[in-house]
């Protein structure tokens, strides 16, 4: 049940969606038979057509607070729904629908987030307690259990989101460095020709926008390289790629594109205050 997990392309909804059968399972089991009365028939109802709409939402959209939140308090409002109205005859079964609404809540991908379901999840259940005058039997039992298991979710999200942030920067890192020019610090060929491709996109699409490409290369550099070596001649490009740099306007680009070979992408004055494409 890993944020990392869900993140990186596994199937969140089939593991929520099988938590949710659990705690449908569980709850179906326990006030056999069923439905002894309307209001459990009712919330047999509601939980029943929770699950179908679960089915129903968009994989970009299950995993997001709110829809987390409105399956876990869902859920969690049937369950106290029953405890209020049936009682809690059985400590065991509680137990193990507050810990599978803890593993729902679990796939939000904000601590911040986990943490307020998982404070609502054991909070009601303290509420029901109170109200049941059950504070002094072995039921409490349950709270030290739930808020165990809410550290190791905090801790296993608070671990993944850092795993994650350290992948997307080193990716992040690899890729500046694959589209850059060592020397110079210029971005290179490849990353001239992906913005030069974009332009020319840009430009079927928006009659409006123009660019110009130019090319330049510096005269005379050879006999640099070969009377005073190549560390002087690595010197004049250095320098060579801050003067072009300082020609640059707002969404210029100059590249090195290899040797002593520089190249510009220039939008025109017009274009690139109203149309500038990047």
């Known amino acids: 049940m890993s944020t ?17 059968v659990m705690f449908l399972a569980l709850y179906v089991v326990h006030h056999q038979p069923l439905p002894t009365t309307r209001t459990q028939g009712w919330l047999v109802l509601a939980l029943a057509t929770i699950t179908l709409v679960l089915l129903t939402i968009p994989r970009a959209r299950l995993v997001t607070a709110s829809c987390i939140g409105f399956l876990t308090l869902g859920n969690g409002g049937v369950l106290f729904a029953a405890a209020v109205l049936y009682g809690m005859d059985t400590a065991s079964w509680m137990a193990c629908a507050l810990m599978l609404l803890l593993a729902m809540a679990s796939y939000v991908t904000s601590v911040l987030h986990f943490g307020l379901l998982s404070c609502l999840i054991i909070g009601g259940y303290t509420v029901l307690l109170h109200r049941a005058g059950l504070l002094e039997t072995d039921h409490v039992l349950v709270l030290p259990a739930l808020l165990c298991l809410t550290l190791v979710f905090l801790s296993k999200i608070s671990i993944a989101q850092a795993e994650i942030r350290r992948i997307a920067d080193t990716e992040e890192q690899s890729r500046k460095e694959s589209m850059s020019d060592a020397l110079t610090g210029l971005p290179n060929r490849a990353q001239f020709l992906e913005r030069v491709t974009r332009s020319v996109k840009c430009g079927q699409n928006n009659p409006e926008f123009h660019f110009a490409v130019l090319f330049v290369d510096l005269d005379g550099f050879k006999p640099i390289n070969d009377r005073l070596g190549h560390k002087a001649g690595d010197a004049v490009l250095r320098h060579t790629a801050k003067l072009f ?34």
């Open 4 to 20: 990392l997990g869900v993140t990186r392309g596994g199937s969140p909804r089939i593991y929520i969606f099988l938590l949710h």
């Open 245 to 278: 740099q300082g020609c640059l306007r707002k969404g210029d680009l100059v590249a090195r594109y290899g040797g002593d070979e520089f190249t510009f992408l220039k939008q025109c004055e017009r274009s690139s205050r109203r149309h500038s494409c990047r």
